[in-house]
């Protein structure tokens, strides 16, 4: 459904996309990994055809770069910050892109049904607060049923709630027989979602292949704030037993623990059952950094 | 097609919201109005009464509406770029051949309703105060102002789509203006004048500026004798012939359209959005 060989894509004299290659099937996700700056963006843009690059990307057989129209017809593509024209109201978007798309006036009403964003039909884009924009976004990216859905970094900003819809509808548009790609720098969402990563580090394939191997060899890392009742010398060392080589250091009340995603949940259970009363505790993700690409292509 | 009709009418219903069509045509009916009224006042109302106002409309459109057409020409590209919503439109099933064109059609629609509601208005109100004997003349200047605001969008829209921002468009667009209206006459007119004062480098430096091109045709469609426009009417009288003048003017101001359009849709197709 999508094939991409030999992309290549210089800006000036920085390469920022150095001979990718992949293919993607109907009923296939592909997560593009990697830090910022590593050229997910690029790919994409590549992809939809919205930079010149050297090298063949095809959508259903047609060439993005010879007939950049066609291939376009066949993807809906929700970008990072989704851009719309801010002094048009929702209903006005919808059909506007509903037009450009050949799709009829009663499709985009549903679609704005769908988003939740019909008691809004009548406000101003540049009204809705940024979730809602997500959303009115995301509509437009499906308005026509395309076969190809190119994400850039849908969860970014999202909540945890919007995270897990956002999985769900990732999953639900996979089991129709779409082909999804979409770009992540949030490695626990990989497992869930794809069938294959794709990781890019500075614009270079350092991993493709199935999602969970590349899940087993890579180390996202999260943070744990633990607040904790007494006993805090105990408490760092049973963390050290669980997660060793994680980081202990502490601030204010809280003990911060920088450890692999994977050791966080043994760490919080092993020291309520040694006895360590955990008065409250939180979690960072840590986005996807050079440390963990190192280790990918070290697992490769 | 179809999609450049879409955007033709985003852009049409764009130019009615924010109001700046309307308040063109304003401005056009507000100073074709009171350049009538000053005339009246001076007993010049009459039978030559659009003929006079239709002269002095001349030189105020000939700065207007170019510094009109250049800004709204500049901004829009620029402004989509910047705003992020060009990558927006161009990830859809759309070439940018046919959003270029759109927005220029689109653009060009509004500033022509602009000048027709304007001018309209004015020529109405005045038909109603004064015999009717020049409106003919009045008709072409308005004519003339179009094929003006089309050539002069053209041009604003190569500005535009070299343009990372609207600022910088518009920027570029107003040196474009300056040098067009007012450093054009000093500079290439000078120069020729300078390097020869035949009629022919007079001619060749008037195809070379479209409000020149305007100008030139505005008086040769108001005055029978060209006595007036000195050395280049002269040979345009003896030389060319009224006619092949004309034509060779009306040839020069298609190519302003033309070919900074062409040289747009060339740029806006090999450039990343």
């Not at chain 1, 390469?15 to 150095?18: E, G, P, S, V, Y």
């Given at each position: 459904m999508l094939t991409a060989s030999g992309l290549t894509k210089k800006y000036g004299s920085q390469?920022?996309?150095?001979g990718v290659a992949f293919e993607l099937s109907p009923g296939e996700v592909l997560a593009v990994i990697g830090p910022n700056g590593a050229g997910k963006t690029t790919l994409i843009k590549c992809l939809v055809g919205l930079v010149k690059f050297h090298g063949k990307v095809t959508i259903d057989g047609i060439d993005v770069a010879k007939d950049g129209r066609a291939a376009r017809a066949k993807i809906g593509y929700l970008p990072q910050n989704p851009a719309l024209h801010?002094?048009?109201t929702v209903s006005e978007t919808a059909l506007f892109y509903a037009d450009l798309k050949r799709v009829s006036v009663g499709r985009a009403r549903e679609a704005v049904e769908a988003a939740g964003l019909a008691e809004h039909a009548d406000k101003r884009v540049g009204a809705l607060s940024g979730g809602m924009r997500q959303r009115l976004a995301l509509a437009l990216a499906l308005l026509a049923d395309p076969p190809v859905l190119i994400f850039d970094e849908?969860?970014?900003?999202?909540?945890i709630t919007a995270r897990l819809e956002l999985r769900g509808l990732v999953l639900d548009q996979r089991a129709a027989g779409k082909a999804v790609l979409l770009s992540t720098?949030?490695?626990?969402d990989v497992p869930y979602i794809a069938d294959r990563a794709l990781v890019l580090d500075r614009g270079r394939t350092s991993y493709l292949g199935a999602a969970a191997d590349f899940a087993s060899v890579t180390a996202p890392l999260s943070r744990l704030y633990l607040r904790l009742n007494g006993r805090t010398p105990d408490a760092v060392g049973l963390i050290e037993q669980i997660a060793p080589g994680g980081l202990i250091d502490r601030t204010g009340d809280w003990l911060v623990v920088s450890c692999r995603a994977s050791d966080k949940a043994r760490v919080v259970e092993h020291l309520v059952v040694s006895g360590v009363h955990v008065l409250d505790f939180r979690v960072e993700d840590s986005p996807v950094d050079g440390a963990s690409f190192r280790h990918a292509e070290g697992g490769r | 097609m179809r999609e450049t009709s879409v955007i033709l009418r985003k852009e049409l219903r764009d130019a009615f919201r924010s109001r700046w069509l309307l308040a063109f045509a304003a401005t056009f009916a507000v100073l074709a109005l009171t350049l009538s009224l000053v005339q009246g006042s001076s007993g010049?109302?009459?039978?030559q009464g659009f003929n006079r106002t239709t002269a002095g409309l001349i030189n105020l459109c000939l700065l207007l509406v170019p510094l009109l057409a250049l800004v709204l020409g500049a901004g829009a590209i620029a402004g989509e770029r910047e705003r992020g919503t060009l990558a927006t439109l161009l990830?859809?099933?759309?070439?940018p051949a046919q959003l270029v064109l759109g927005k220029y059609f689109g653009l060009v629609l509004a500033v022509w309703m602009a000048l027709a509601l304007g001018f309209g208005a004015a020529g109405m109100l005045m038909a109603l105060v004064s015999p009717v004997t020049d409106v003919t003349h009045y008709m072409l200047f308005v004519v003339l102002s179009a094929v003006l605001a089309a050539a002069m969008l053209s041009v604003g829209l190569l500005i535009s789509v070299f343009s990372d921002g609207r600022l910088k468009a518009l920027s570029v667009a107003i040196v474009v203006w300056f040098l067009l209206v007012l450093l054009y006459d000093l500079g290439a007119v000078g120069l020729a004048l300078s390097v020869s004062s035949s009629g022919r480098s007079l001619l060749l430096v008037v195809l070379g500026n479209p409000i020149e091109a305007v100008r030139i045709l505005a008086i040769m469609s108001l005055?029978?004798?060209?006595?007036?426009?000195?050395p280049l009417g002269s040979y345009v009288t003896n030389e060319v012939g009224r006619g092949t003048g004309v034509a060779l003017l009306s040839a020069a101001l298609a190519a302003w359209i033309a070919v900074p359009l062409a040289a747009t849709l060339h740029f806006a197709a090999s450039r990343d959005a």
């Open positions: 390469t920022a996309l150095d801010a002094e048009m849908p969860v970014a900003g999202l909540d720098h949030w490695l626990e | 010049d109302l009459g039978a990830s859809q099933p759309i070439s005055e029978s004798d060209l006595d007036i426009l000195g």
